[in-house]
């Protein structure tokens, strides 16, 4: 069965601590693998999509990669604003549906 | 350019009432997608609809729930004899293509009483 494992559950940074967010994904043929953020009470707002192993791409703080196995958010230097949930979904190969990690809360402390 | 539109944004319902939630695509997406978030979980893939046809409906409880996206208008995603465990967040997606990004609309939230 197709799964998406995202990891830490909730990470405390302090404003300017630099870490990394990771989703490990199980599928079939995967299709292209999304990243999103989500704040309180609103839709996730869609941040990067990566195709292939070794591809990266970078807005902002934020840059995210991928292998064959996983994908890390990597947010430099964070600030308060960067305080939401972060979710990983992939494309799975027979379908056209998004199979969801349960997310990362991120709280950035100044 | 707009994005995706969903409303009511809040819908409360007594148990047994049906609910209904709409949702507007982004200009020039034909392809829609419902997901629910319960509290305290992801969010799980319901349906997958282009203009007139169900695509992919895996995700969508056998009874009860029903969805169209008619040739004029918005989506539709009905919930009939609401329960409690009904209340959740239903959000909608909308995509140019298959298998391209989906960008999604802020919400409706149900509660059922």
């Known amino acids: 069965e197709d799964q998406v494992t995202q990891s830490p559950e909730a990470l405390r940074l302090q404003e300017g601590e630099s870490s990394s967010l990771n989703c490990s994904y199980t599928v079939s043929g995967l299709r292209g693998l999304f990243w999103y953020r989500q704040d309180p009470g609103k839709g996730p707002e869609f941040l990067f999509t990566l195709y292939s192993a070794g591809e990266e791409k970078e807005k902002e703080r934020l840059k995210a990669t991928l292998t064959k196995k996983e994908s890390f958010l990597h947010i430099t230097a964070p600030k308060p604003e960067d305080s939401a949930t972060y979710l990983c979904?992939?494309?799975?190969?027979?379908?056209?549906?998004?199979?969801f990690g349960t997310g990362t809360q991120l709280k950035v402390e100044l | 350019n707009a994005g995706v539109m969903q409303n009511p944004r809040h819908l409360v319902r007594r148990r047994g009432q049906e609910a209904r939630l709409r949702c507007s695509p982004m200009k020039g997406h034909s392809h829609v997608y419902w997901y629910r978030q319960l509290p305290e979980e992801g969010l799980k893939f319901m349906v997958y609809l282009q203009k007139e046809n169900i695509i992919d409906e895996s995700g969508m409880p056998k009874e009860r729930f029903s969805a169209e996206f008619p040739k004029e208008g918005p989506s539709i995603l009905r919930i009939q004899q609401v329960v409690r465990g009904d209340s959740a967040a239903y959000f909608c997606?909308?995509?140019?293509?298959?298998?391209?990004?989906?960008?999604f609309g802020p919400g409706t939230r149900l509660l059922v009483l």
């Open positions: 979904a992939a494309y799975t190969g027979g379908g056209n549906k998004l199979t």
């Open positions: 997606a909308s995509s140019p293509d298959a298998q391209e990004t989906q960008y």
